[in-house]
């Protein structure tokens, strides 16, 4: 995961000290990324494997590898209250969740066109979908969580530049903090609906319907 904090210090400026914040909503933007598909099909099943994630099955045919990244920023609103204090909170906050790429590989021995290249692309590509749709069909859940999570931030007060900026780093990683069950969530999902296609039932279904392996 990465965070990027843009502290802009936007000081609403009064001649008079003012003892309370003025409390705003913050704005909210979520993009998800569906990713570049990418196959590669120049590599054997034992070269592949030795680079996968997670220890495969022998009965793998193909391999979909992706990575499930999260881009946080956010933007602050400083009010300045005079004789030196500050009111600290967050004006704005951006998340990008979703993958770059996915590399689907195909054993090299099986070339396109033929009955088994088609039938481990069409398997890979079951997985393809399945992370790419879970970006469409979460995004209103993320940004909902994220609203709640803005929502439970309290405008705090600062008597410095430097304390305005731990506080405003504070309340962005907690609200990163308060969002992860909902992106642990999200990948157990993805896991769960990958796991159906990729059962000795699943993988006995799909050799069955060519004969060169």
Same mark, same amino acid.
């Given at each position: 995961m990465k965070y990027g904090l843009a502290l802009l210090l936007c000081l609403i400026l009064s001649g008079k000290a003012n003892a309370f914040c003025r409390t705003i909503t913050p704005w909210v933007n979520v993009? =998800? &990324? =569906?990713?570049? %598909?990418?196959?590669i099909t120049h590599l054997s099943k034992s070269e592949f494997l030795r680079n996968a994630p997670q220890k495969m099955s022998p009965n793998t045919l193909g391999l979909t590898v992706s990575k499930l990244g999260i881009t946080g920023s956010a933007e #602050?609103? +400083? !009010?300045?209250?005079?004789?030196?204090?500050?009111?600290? &909170? /967050?004006?704005?906050?951006?998340?990008?969740?979703?993958y770059k790429t996915?590399? %689907?590989? @195909?054993?090299?021995?099986?070339? #396109?066109?033929?009955? $088994?290249?088609e039938v481990v692309k069409e398997h890979e *590509?079951?997985?393809?979908?399945?992370? !790419?749709?879970?970006?469409?069909?979460?995004? !209103?859940? @993320?940004? !909902?969580?994220?609203?709640?999570?803005?929502?439970? /931030?309290? #405008? $705090?007060?600062a008597y410095s530049s430097a304390q305005a900026q731990q506080i405003f780093n504070r309340q962005f990683n907690r609200v990163m903090r308060e969002i992860q069950p909902?992106?642990?969530?999200? *990948? *157990?999902? @993805?896991?769960?609906k990958n796991y @159906? +296609?990729?059962?000795?039932?699943?993988?006995?279904?799909t050799t069955a319907l060519c004969n060169n392996w």
């Open positions: 993009d =998800t &990324q =569906t990713g570049t %598909v990418r196959y #602050p609103e +400083i !009010q300045y209250l005079g004789s030196g204090s500050f009111c600290v &909170q /967050i004006k704005r906050m951006d998340l990008t969740i979703g996915l590399d %689907v590989y @195909i054993d090299k021995k099986y070339k #396109p066109g033929s009955c $088994e290249y *590509n079951y997985h393809v979908r399945v992370s !790419q749709e879970a970006m469409m069909f979460f995004k !209103q859940d @993320i940004e !909902q969580a994220l609203e709640t999570a803005l929502s439970h /931030i309290e #405008p $705090e007060y909902l992106i642990d969530h999200i *990948n *157990n999902k @993805i896991a769960e @159906i +296609i990729d059962t000795p039932e699943s993988y006995a279904e």
